[in-house]
DNA sequence: CATGGGATTGACT
DNA sequence: GTCAATCCCATGC
C-alpha cells in the first residue's frame, strides 16, 4: 500500500529520513531507497528558491507527487514533492537497493554490478525507466509508486551528512543514508 | 532572442 | 584525479 498525502504534507527532513527503507516501484520493477536528499524553499540549493516558474510549478504544488527534471542535458533526477501545497520542497531519490526486476534494470544499465545498478539519482531513474513525462504525476497512484518497505516498524538505522553535487548551501546536512549499505553513491558518509 | 549553468555519469590520464 | 556530453530553462538584453 502506498503512503497518503499526509505522509508528503510534512517538513521535508522528516520524509526525508523516513523515506529511507521504502520501496519505489516502476512498470514492474523496484527497490529499496537507501539514500535521500531534502531540498527546501528557504535555501539557495532547491530549485524552488527561485520562486514559481514554469519549471518550479511541480514543486509548489501538491504534495505526494513526482518532480522530475533533466539534469546536465543528459540525467532524469526523480524527487517526491513535499510539505503543504504552496511550499517549494522535494526529497531527492539518490540510490535504491534493487529488488524486483534486476535483470531488467541490467539490460538498461548494462553489465554492472548489482551495487551499481541504483547507485546514483541518475543511475536510478534509468535502471527504472522513469522519465521527463513522469514530471507531475501521483506517487501515490502511479505511475511512479512509493510504498512502505517490508522492513518492519521504524526502517533501517540512517546516517546524516552533507549533500552532494551542489554548490550552495553545502553545509545543510540534508542527505540521509542508510547504514552500512553498499548500494549507497559516493561519497558514503 | 542569446547566453550560461547545472541536485551527473562514465571514460580516460 | 580530470573532463566532456547535452538540454532545459532562468535570466538579461
Same mark, same amino acid.
Given at each position: 500500500m502506498s503512503f497518503g498525502t499526509e505522509f508528503y504534507a510534512r517538513p521535508v527532513l !522528516?520524509?526525508?529520513r523516513d523515506l529511507i527503507g521504502c520501496v519505489v516501484e516502476h512498470?514492474?520493477?523496484? /527497490?529499496?531507497i537507501v539514500e535521500t536528499e531534502a531540498y527546501h524553499e528557504s535555501e539557495p540549493a532547491c530549485h524552488a528558491f527561485v520562486g514559481v516558474t514554469p519549471r518550479t510549478r511541480t514543486l509548489f504544488g501538491e504534495p505526494g507527487v513526482a518532480y522530475v527534471y533533466r539534469s546536465y542535458g543528459i540525467h532524469a533526477l526523480l524527487n517526491a514533492v513535499c510539505e503543504p501545497a504552496g511550499v517549494g520542497a522535494a526529497v531527492l531519490i539518490r540510490a535504491l537497493e534493487p529488488l524486483v526486476?534486476? !535483470?531488467?534494470?541490467?539490460?538498461?544499465?548494462?553489465?554492472?554490478?548489482?551495487?551499481?545498478?541504483?547507485? /546514483?539519482?541518475?543511475?536510478?531513474?534509468q535502471a527504472l525507466g522513469v522519465e521527463l513525462a513522469e514530471n507531475g504525476t501521483s506517487l501515490i497512484d502511479g505511475p511512479v509508486v512509493i510504498r512502505r518497505g517490508d522492513g518492519g516498524q521504524g526502517g533501517p538505522p540512517v546516517v546524516e551528512g552533507t549533500r552532494i553535487g551542489i554548490t550552495k548551501a553545502v553545509d545543510l546536512r540534508w542527505r540521509f543514508c542508510a547504514v552500512g549499505n553498499s548500494h549507497v553513491s559516493r561519497p558514503r558518509p
Open positions: !522528516e520524509v526525508a512498470h514492474g520493477l523496484a /527497490g529499496t526486476g534486476i !535483470e531488467e534494470m541490467r539490460e538498461r544499465r548494462g553489465r554492472v554490478r548489482v551495487q551499481d545498478l541504483c547507485s /546514483g539519482p541518475g543511475k536510478l531513474t
